[in-house]
C-alpha cells in the first residue's frame, strides 16, 4: 500500500479540480480533450455515484470517466464547484464541495452539498465516493416532464 503524504493528496485534487474547471470551460466532453484531467486519474480508477442519482452507478477507468462527464453534461447545463473544504487529507481525503447546478431537462436551480472521499495513491486519484445529501431532491430537479396520462371524458 502506498501512503500519500497531506500535501501530495491536496495537490493532486487541487491539481485535478483546476483541470475539471478548464475542460468544462473548454466546452467539455466531445469539445474538450479528456486528456485535461487523465493525469489525475489512475488508469483503474473507480466512480461510485449513488444509484438514484441519473448519472448514478460504478464508473471505472479513464473511459468510464469519461463517460461519466459525458452523461453529467447531459443532465447538468451547469454544475458549478463553489467553496471547498479539505476535512481530511492522506490516502483518503474527504471534501465538502458546495455545488450550484442548472438541469438541462427542468431549468430548475440547486445548491446543494456534496462530501467525497477520494482516494489517492502514487500520485493519482483511484477511487472516488461522492455523498449528497438529498439524492431524491437532485433526482427530481434533474427529471424531464412527466408525460401526460391518457385523456378522460
Do not use: N
Not at 28 to 41: C, D, N, R, T
Not at 66 to 83: A, N
Not at 98 to 125: M, S
Amino acid at each position: 500500500m502506498t501512503i500519500s503524504s497531506p500535501t501530495d493528496s491536496v495537490t493532486v485534487l487541487t491539481g485535478m479540480y483546476a483541470a475539471e474547471a478548464q475542460y468544462l470551460a473548454a466546452g467539455g466532453p466531445g469539445k474538450a480533450p479528456f486528456a485535461l484531467l487523465a493525469p489525475f486519474f489512475a488508469p483503474d480508477v473507480v466512480l461510485h455515484q449513488a444509484d438514484a442519482l441519473p448519472y448514478g452507478g460504478t464508473w471505472q477507468g479513464h473511459e468510464g470517466m469519461e463517460r461519466f462527464f459525458l452523461m453529467m453534461s447531459q443532465v447538468w447545463e451547469s454544475f458549478d464547484m463553489g467553496e471547498q473544504e479539505f476535512l481530511a487529507t492522506g490516502e483518503t481525503a474527504v471534501v465538502l464541495t458546495q455545488v450550484r447546478a442548472r438541469a438541462r431537462a427542468t431549468g430548475r436551480e440547486l445548491t446543494f452539498p456534496i462530501v467525497q472521499t477520494i482516494r489517492v495513491e502514487g500520485g493519482r486519484i483511484c477511487e472516488v465516493r461522492p455523498f449528497y445529501w438529498d439524492t431524491a431532491a437532485i433526482a427530481a430537479a434533474c427529471a424531464g416532464p412527466t408525460p401526460a396520462g391518457p385523456s378522460r371524458p
